[in-house]
């Protein structure tokens, strides 16, 4: 398609799972972010590719959060041993080389922690 | 430290009114202020954005004002509808802002037929 494509569009898991979260980004898009929404807390930031390296990871929760993104395109969010407080909806953008205020948003992956 | 922050939290305006969303940033680094528009099971989307070197941008019924001076930025929503209703989210970005942005909370905007 066209737009950003996130995958799954929801997920319950249970505490101490791991889950992986994917994002096919806009073809031809070389910057990626990701973002998580938490009810009434906005776009909290936590991590953005150029190409395939990340250099800004400063906004990872903890050492349970990571991200990769292989040949430029594909992302995947992992996260490790699940805690309830990682229940939100991750959302995954990309934009153009260089105009990175242009964000084109997937519409997220609703994770839910039990 | 929240570096843009947003009100009000929750809006209710007629049908036909003007809605009125305030952002104020802390950072003068910031060079580039958008605003995103987002209904409910979808991911944001631009609406409309400006740049510190205009003081009003205006794209239809959407106009932003920004004022450089006292860092704040607003989002003027004319003759309101009820597709309008959304959540609307302020931001910042700079150097070119291939870091990405940095978003306020958010207003919950409820158009009243």
């Known amino acids: 398609g066209a737009g950003v494509s996130q995958s799954p569009s929801n997920k319950v898991t249970e505490k101490g799972k791991d889950v992986e979260l994917r994002c096919d980004p806009i073809s031809g898009h070389t910057a990626l972010y990701w973002y998580r929404q938490s009810l009434g807390q906005g776009l909290e930031f936590l991590i953005y590719f150029q190409g395939n390296s990340a250099p800004d990871k400063s906004g990872l929760p903890s050492d349970r959060f990571s991200a990769e993104r292989t040949g430029g395109s594909v992302s995947t969010l992992t996260i490790q041993r699940t805690q309830q407080e990682d229940s939100a909806v991750y959302l995954c953008a990309s934009s153009r080389d260089g105009q990175a205020g242009e964000l084109f948003f997937g519409e997220g992956s609703r994770l839910t922690v039990l | ?113």
Not at chain 2, 15 to 35: H, L, V
């Open chain 2, 1 to 113: 430290q929240q570096q843009v922050k947003q009100s009000p939290q929750s809006l209710i305006v007629q049908k036909g009114g003007i809605s009125i969303i305030n952002c104020a940033y802390e950072n003068t680094a910031f060079d580039y202020f958008p605003w995103y528009q987002q209904f409910p099971g979808k991911g944001p989307a631009l609406l409309i954005a400006i740049r510190p070197d205009v003081s009003e941008k205006k794209e239809g019924r959407f106009t932003i004002s920004f004022n450089k001076s006292a860092k704040q930025f607003s989002l003027h929503i004319m003759d309101s509808q009820p597709g309008d209703s959304a959540t609307y989210f302020c931001a910042a970005s700079k150097g070119g802002g291939a870091d990405g942005l940095t978003f306020g909370k958010g207003t919950h905007l409820i158009i009243q037929p």
